[in-house]
């Protein structure tokens, strides 16, 4: 892939620092990984909005939601596994409230590489996406990470925002993000639709140009929002395609796949469902391109299992 590479995580500060520009109310929490999220950028301009609770992310969780109580928009920053599994009591709290709770989780998947399966968030959408009022937005490149922090900022509500560590394919995006709505990146055919989510954009890519080398003709649909899901658009390419393919940077336990197969399911006729993630195991150490290919995630798998799909 020629395009240039970027990692999301590195915009975190500074998109914050933009948004916050407009919205005064906008507070950043974090649990002793500035550098590494680089919210440290947010603390430099705004000290005092700026809270820094050490390697307390239950406390992290239990502040912010006292400043969304107190109407501020507190955006805890934190790795995925930390944000969704260390403080996941305290945001099912915030979600029963329904307060206005904003959270960005970087690391996502097996981005955190050699942590290992200790640190690595392969559950992280199944658990948020299981809150009732949740909002799950997971942008996929640059110009989209700024819109999902917007439509955080200015929407009432939790809010998860899943944000790659893994360089990204730094293309414009298509269409302005909307919650609810997904992206039609690409429509070369009806073969196939592969529907992938933010942190594995530059497999989902891949796999996509593979596929169309061998001949097949498919579409490619950046997911967006995960949670509301555009029900409209999967049934719409469930009726249309041969077959639909879910790539994730997760297990495929909950995470995409299991959403898309909960609508289809709707369906007496649908498009043959296939499930590229993480299955039912613990991911381990390594460089984290190098563990995504054992797991399945490249693009020689994805035409793999685009081919097998079409030929049953």
Do not use: W
Request: proline share 4%; glycine share 8%; aromatic share 8%.
């Amino acid at each position: 892939m020629t395009t240039e590479m970027i990692s999301l995580r590195s915009l975190v500060g500074t998109t914050l620092l933009e948004e916050a520009k407009h919205t005064p109310e906008i507070y950043v929490l974090d649990s002793d990984l500035a550098h590494s999220t680089t919210t440290d950028k947010f603390e430099k301009v705004y000290p005092d909005r700026y809270v820094e609770t050490g390697i307390a992310e239950q406390d992290a969780a239990s502040i912010a939601s006292g400043i969304a109580y107190m109407g501020g928009i507190p955006f805890f920053v934190d790795f995925a596994i930390f944000v969704a599994g260390t403080a996941f009591t305290q945001i099912r709290m915030a979600c029963y409230a329904n307060i206005n709770l904003k959270l960005i989780a970087t690391h996502p998947g097996m981005d955190g590489g050699f942590d290992g399966a200790s640190h690595h968030a392969d559950e992280d959408i199944a658990l948020m996406r299981s809150l009732p009022n949740m909002h799950i937005l997971i942008p996929s490149n640059p110009e989209e990470l700024c819109e999902a922090v917007h439509i955080a900022a200015v929407t009432p509500g939790p809010f998860y925002i899943r944000c790659s560590r893994d360089n990204v394919p730094n293309v414009k995006a298509s269409v302005k993000s909307e919650i609810g709505k997904s992206k039609v990146v690409r429509d070369e055919g009806s073969d196939f639709a592969m529907i992938f989510e933010g942190s594995v954009a530059e497999q989902a890519f891949d796999g996509y140009e593979k596929a169309l080398e061998q001949g097949f003709h498919g579409k490619l649909i950046n997911i967006f929002s995960m949670k509301p899901l555009d029900k409209k658009m999967i049934l719409k390419i469930a009726g249309s395609v041969k077959a639909i393919v879910t790539v994730e940077n997760h297990s495929v336990i909950g995470g995409l796949g299991s959403a898309v197969a909960e609508v289809i399911s709707t369906q007496s006729h649908h498009a043959k469902l296939c499930m590229i993630g993480v299955e039912d195991c613990f991911t381990e150490s390594g460089k984290s391109k190098q563990v995504k290919e054992k797991y399945g995630l490249s693009g020689e798998n994805i035409l793999k299992k685009i081919t097998e799909t079409l030929k049953d």
